[in-house]
């Protein structure tokens, strides 16, 4: 299914400015030519289609808000979530690999990493040369990563660092890496750790029936011996890994548009197509029903994170407004995708259609990058002032 | 190499139900999205693989309104040096030779190698303007191209022809040449490149600056006016086949072969 037609119903791409749209429609055009034709069976063998790395760096989709000076191409906040809309249209797999790379492994190689290590690191990071992964969750410690059991030891000028962290996205196929542990004193201090180093080891989560097209892995290290030169110089305890995840989440709520959009545009167009008593299917009142639905849900997301979008480049957005986007958006995907799944009939259980890779994918995107229940409890902090997480 | 490519922003019908409006000479493209023309994205292409081998410059042109200028900051976004947008109230309602006069006075007494076009507008279909610009400016042409390749001051130019043969021809420069699609693989535009022409302000000309008589453009000056537009009715004997892509396949090679259609 290579075509596709984006709904736009409340003509929302009038809101954009000319060089987010030429940005919108060169990465539609990519994925639909590259991506598209080849992401069922990635899928289905569970692998990584690994030309899409230096691909994604020739464009420049790789840390596209970093600034020139490293190598990214210093785009809007909004021009970055239509690049993880367009690739998330293909495949939530695929943009996770976007999003580590970009807002888990760039973002605070440059937000809190030292000149050097930004000249180092940043241009190979854009360019692809370099895939990197960011290790954070624990086995134990998922939505609360402060409790997180990794440590880094001071030993003469270098740190040793142990820990092991799981669910890591590109781990395997990493040749760097972000490892966040806690120090003596208790501060949480993040380092660019080179997965080659002896004690490192990133073996592969296998047997996912989710997110099949991404790597994922564990990031373990034992007893590794790293430089002063290797810690992330101005970092702030957790603030710093959490700010991370803010950048990975925004891309996530725009991400979870895309996936809408392809659910429905196929759905859609099966719909109409296929006959049932003699008529199209799309005729009937429960379809009229769903499809309605759906198209008010799409229009809503994209609401959202185009405000989202206006809000992060205008320096107003906080971490509560993208909960509020990730939250809605993604289960909304999620719903959507069973939805559209179910309009498709039998034709909805093979990968021939989207909807049911969709649907497995955006399973595991309602879990990561802080849980639907997550940013539940953030909003109503956010609102009630009164925090409803357990006690540390 | 002085290399000048003029291109065209299309609507694209593949995605939409096409409707003819109240005047019956043009379609409602209200849920139209715009893009270069096909055949022209080639043609940018080729000019930009003739500057990365021979050095030199790439101009990109169009006429059209202010909305056309997207096609204009794309080419640049691929690799274009500089565009000129030829733009003026007084240019709409051209034919081809409307359109190719004004690309002739934009390009009179320009350093000029080779002037490249796509082969045809998806949107006119005619196939004209190149040939009447190789005309106008008095230089050598080939159309229909398949391959182009540069050396010195000869172009060697592949297109093809009935039979599926193909003809090598051999042109001086300056010339005119219009590029088939597949020439090449036309490169995606690049977020560095979007960045990089963002806010670049393109210079616009109008009928004055060309020297133009606005009589000889425009509607009032077309020679050629399109009389009516319309939908062919369904054919009866269209039949749809359905199954699975491998069946649909098969399907059609019976029919095919069944028909005398190989």
């Known amino acids: 299914m290579a075509d596709f037609t984006e709904l736009d119903f409340y003509d929302l791409s009038s809101l954009f400015s000319e060089d987010d749209i030429m940005v919108r429609d060169m990465v539609r055009s990519y994925c639909t030519a590259k991506l598209m034709p080849i992401v069922a069976d990635e899928w289905e063998a569970g692998t990584f289609p690994m030309p899409v790395i230096g691909e994604m760096g020739e464009l420049g989709l790789l840390g596209p808000c970093v600034a020139e000076q490293y190598g990214g191409a210093g785009m809007t906040g909004t021009q970055y979530g239509l690049i993880c809309q367009e690739i998330e249209r293909v495949d939530s797999g695929l943009r996770s690999f976007n999003s580590v790379q970009g807002s888990l492994v760039m973002y605070p190689v440059e937000a809190f990493g030292s000149e050097e290590q930004k000249m180092e690191w940043l241009p190979k990071l854009a360019s692809g040369e370099v895939v990197g992964c960011f290790g954070l969750t624990e086995p134990d410690f998922g939505s609360d990563p402060a409790g997180m059991r990794s440590t880094c030891r001071k030993d003469g000028d270098d740190w040793i660092l142990n820990g092991q962290k799981m669910w890591i996205t590109n781990s395997s196929m990493s040749q760097m890496g972000i490892f966040w542990a806690m120090d003596e004193a208790g501060v949480c201090q993040g380092f660019i750790v080179d997965m080659s180093l002896p004690g490192v080891s990133a073996p592969e989560q296998k047997h996912k029936w989710s997110l099949r097209c991404s790597v994922t892995g564990e990031m373990i290290c034992q007893d590794v011996r790293v430089p002063e030169s290797s810690r992330l110089p101005n970092t702030q305890h957790m603030k710093s890994p959490l700010s991370c995840l803010t950048q990975a989440r925004y891309g996530i709520a725009w991400g979870a548009v895309g996936a809408m959009q392809a659910c429905f545009d196929e759905a859609l167009r099966y719909t109409q197509e296929r006959k049932i008593y003699n008529k199209p299917l799309a005729g009937f009142q429960l379809t009229a029903d769903k499809l309605a639905e759906m198209a008010t849900e799409i229009t809503k997301a994209q609401f959202l994170v185009w405000r989202l979008g206006q809000m992060k480049d205008n320096g107003t957005m906080l971490p509560k407004h993208v909960s509020m986007a990730k939250r809605n958006n993604v289960s909304k995907a999620l719903e959507m995708a069973h939805t559209c799944r179910t309009l498709l009939g039998a034709n909805g259980i093979t990968l021939e259609y989207q909807a049911g890779r969709h649907m497995c994918n955006l399973e595991t995107v309602l879990t990561y990058e802080g849980t639907h229940e997550i940013h539940t409890l953030i909003l109503g902090h956010q609102l009630s002032g009164v925090a409803p997480y357990g006690d540390r | ?262």
């Open chain 2, 1 to 262: 190499m002085d290399i000048y490519v003029c291109i065209k922003r299309v609507a694209d019908t593949s995605e939409v139900d096409i409707e003819i409006d109240r005047t019956g000479l043009a379609l409602t493209e209200d849920d139209f999205s715009y893009d270069i023309n096909e055949w022209d994205n080639f043609a940018v292409e080729a000019a930009l693989q003739l500057k990365e081998e021979h050095g030199g410059k790439v101009t990109a042109l169009t006429v059209g309104i202010e909305d056309d200028e997207e096609v204009l900051r794309r080419a640049l976004a691929m690799g274009c040096d500089e565009a000129l947008h030829l733009s003026d109230p007084c240019f709409e309602g051209s034919d081809a030779w409307g359109i190719a006069q004004i690309l002739s006075a934009a390009l009179k007494g320009k350093p000029l190698d080779l002037l490249l076009f796509g082969t045809v507008s998806a949107d006119e279909g005619a196939g004209q303007t190149g040939g009447f610009v190789a005309g106008l400016l008095d230089l050598p042409m080939v159309s229909l191209a398949t391959s182009l390749k540069v050396n010195g001051s000869i172009a060697t130019v592949s297109h093809e022809v009935e039979g599926g043969l193909e003809r090598v021809r051999e042109l001086d420069l300056p010339a005119v040449v219009t590029v088939q699609t597949g020439i090449n693989e036309p490169r995606y535009v690049s977020i560095r490149g979007i960045r990089k022409v963002s806010g670049i302000e393109i210079p616009v000309s109008g009928v004055g600056d060309l020297g133009l008589d606005p009589n000889q453009v425009g509607a009032s000056g077309a020679r050629v006016k399109l009389e009516e537009l319309f939908l062919p009715p369904q054919g009866q004997s269209a039949q749809m086949l359905e199954g699975s892509d491998d069946e649909i396949i098969d399907k059609l090679l019976d029919l095919l072969q069944e028909n005398g259609g190989l």
